[in-house]
């Protein structure tokens, strides 16, 4: 291309952006706005989806990194990140009406790139530990204590606005710069290329290198992927075993499900089983040696003993009623949006009923994603 | 031998072992219903001196009733197992109860400490008392009938 032989009115198209990052940019765009849909409005009913996305992040932050080295021309790291003087540089001249032309990012723009690139990445370590800690899931649960999760998870939710701040931003320079620019910018993005216009900093030749991208991604991927799955198949610190004492299931789970005994204090327990002949409505009593081994079993395994979620909520009980787990302020919270009708309608029954719509309930798990609702009804 | 021969051996090993597994344990349940009967059959004559066998309209009188002194969760048997012994049952937690009829669950009343331990809880919540022996014998040859 000999641009010394066209007319200044000519503008000549060159491409910019590679497949690589026209792909990154729009994935990541979507992976982003639904992970932060699911985050910030569906919360428990959706971290199934928030998970995917937040998983398809990571990797597609993984292949900017790996591309960023073995990707385009402009794709590459060493062709903007910029030094601390052409930053100033373009600070200064940031009102200038006729900027210095950039084919590739400008400084401005490559430090925001490689912020929202440290940001995606902090926000998917930080809901990683939460997820490990608050939830007990995924690689991190069996080193992750509750407290850390419940630590965690608000960094990651103060990282999330922090990402929305930026996207704005990003959104905003994008549009600044176009209009500056006289370029659509967000077509460029599109159809990767832009106008070659003197003067133009034009990238230093590189050639894209996708099948060894294409290894590297994948060999990280496969490597991460074996690790999470290693790990999560171990069990979460702090989490009780799945096994319910058998007496208890067989005496208790007859009437209904055997509440996993982190679901209430000891005290509580004590309080239940010292007066079974009058066992909410119902005579429940039993000998007095199977009524002493299922308290005594039940006292031991109580929620002050463990480190999940349910143990965590449910250790605080309602002063008046201390014996209900449907009382607790905690179970009213998570409860609140559900019409009283739907617990007494089949196959609910009853509010007691935990397995209804928890699938896990059995387990003591009470993950979010093993929530089915009956249908028709919203919460 | 031919080859197969084996599998399909054992298959009709299995399929003929079966049934007269199934009847063996049902022969061994009533046997040991029986022995749960004579039991209480034992217990009702020194209630009752005159005590003559039990019958399983009164038993089934007693299932349908509803006692005055039931409690208010539970006014009657029929109120968990339904007024049809056949039928499954649901407790007020929601959990599904076997069906009471011995046609269908052929296991029912076949081991005393169980059989004793429902009695007793759920006499005290619908007749607000414990059951005398009759009650119970006649509560247990009604549903042996269903």
């Known amino acids: 291309m000999d641009q010394g032989a066209s007319p200044a009115r000519v503008t000549l198209d060159t491409p910019v952006w590679d497949r690589g990052v026209r792909a990154f940019h729009w994935l990541l765009a979507a992976a982003v706005a639904g992970a932060a849909y699911t985050g910030f409005f569906d919360k428990r009913l959706a971290l199934r989806l928030h998970l995917i996305l937040g998983v398809a992040v990571m990797v597609l932050v993984a292949f900017r990194l790996v591309w960023g080295f073995l990707g385009g021309s402009y794709a590459r790291f060493a062709s903007f990140v910029p030094s601390p003087r052409a930053l100033i540089e373009h600070l200064r001249r940031l009102g200038d009406p006729h900027p210095a032309r950039h084919l590739g990012h400008n400084p401005l723009g490559a430090l925001m790139v490689l912020g929202l690139l440290c940001v995606l990445a902090a926000i998917a370590a930080t809901g990683t530990v939460a997820l490990g800690g608050f939830l007990k899931q995924g690689p991190l649960a069996p080193f992750t204590s509750f407290a850390t999760g419940q630590l965690l998870l608000q960094v990651h939710k103060a990282l999330a606005i922090l990402l929305v701040a930026m996207v704005v931003a990003h959104l905003a320079g994008v549009a600044f710069e176009s209009w500056r620019q006289h370029e659509n910018l967000v077509g460029a993005m599109l159809t990767g290329r832009k106008r070659v216009l003197p003067p133009a900093e034009q990238a230093a030749p590189a050639r894209p290198h996708p099948r060894a991208a294409a290894a590297v991604l994948a060999a990280t991927v496969a490597a991460g992927g074996a690790g999470v799955a290693l790990l999560a198949a171990r069990p979460g610190l702090g989490v009780p075993p799945a096994r319910l004492d058998p007496t208890y299931v067989a005496d208790c789970g007859a009437c209904h499900m055997a509440y996993p005994p982190e679901l209430l204090p000891a005290p509580s327990w004590s309080a239940i089983m010292a007066d079974l002949s009058h066992h909410f409505g119902e005579d429940a009593s039993l000998g007095p040696r199977d009524t002493a081994a299922i308290a005594a079993w039940l006292r031991a395994n109580a929620a002050t003993r463990w480190d999940t979620l349910p143990a965590h909520l449910f250790r605080t009980v309602d002063p008046a009623k201390p014996t209900l787990i449907t009382a607790t302020p905690a179970w009213r919270r998570l409860h609140r949006a559900i019409p009283a009708a739907v617990f007494r309608q089949q196959p609910v029954v009853s509010a007691a009923n935990c397995g209804a719509c928890h699938r896990d309930a059995a387990s003591g798990r009470f993950a979010p994603q093993q929530i089915v609702l009956p249908r028709g009804v919203k919460a | ?146």
């Open chain 2, 1 to 146: 031998m031919r080859r197969g021969a084996l599998p399909s051996l054992a298959v009709a090993a299995v399929l003929g072992l079966l049934p007269a597994a199934v009847a063996a344990s049902v022969a061994q349940y009533a046997a040991a219903r029986q022995a749960i009967l004579s039991h209480y059959a034992a217990e009702a004559r020194r209630e009752d001196p005159n005590f003559k066998g039990f019958s399983a309209s009164a038993g089934q009188a007693f299932f349908l009733a509803h006692p005055a002194a039931a409690r208010p969760a539970t006014p009657s048997c029929s109120t968990c197992h339904t007024t049809n012994p056949r039928n499954w049952g649901m407790t007020r937690a929601g959990k599904r109860i076997a069906p009471v009829a011995v046609s269908v669950t052929p296991s029912r009343f076949t081991d005393l400490h169980k059989v004793e331990l429902w009695f007793r809880r759920n006499c005290n919540s619908v007749y607000g008392r414990p059951c005398t022996a009759i009650e119970k014998g006649d509560y247990i040859t009604f549903m042996a009938s269903q």
